[in-house]
């Protein structure tokens, strides 16, 4: 695999952990819902920087 395949599966992971993780915090556990929806944007954030990463190439 190179660069570019490597980044879009990651980035791919990091959008579907930030997914869950905003689910799990928001819908499934109402009682602690802001810090994993936090850490769900952080991972929107990480796989936003790896997108960027991509167009540079």
């Known amino acids: 695999m190179d660069k570019k395949q490597v980044l879009m599966a990651a ?3 990091l959008i579907a952990l930030g997914i869950l993780m ?3 915090g ?3 556990n ?3 819902i802001l810090p ?3 850490t769900g944007l952080g991972f929107f954030a ?3 920087a790896f997108g960027a ?3 540079n190439e």
């Open 22 to 24: 905003i689910y799990l």
């Open 26 to 28: 928001g819908f499934a």
């Open 11 to 13: 980035r791919l992971f």
């Open 36 to 38: 994993p929806i936090i």
């Open 46 to 48: 990480i796989a936003w």
């Open 30 to 32: 109402p009682e602690v």
């Open 53 to 55: 990463l991509m167009k």
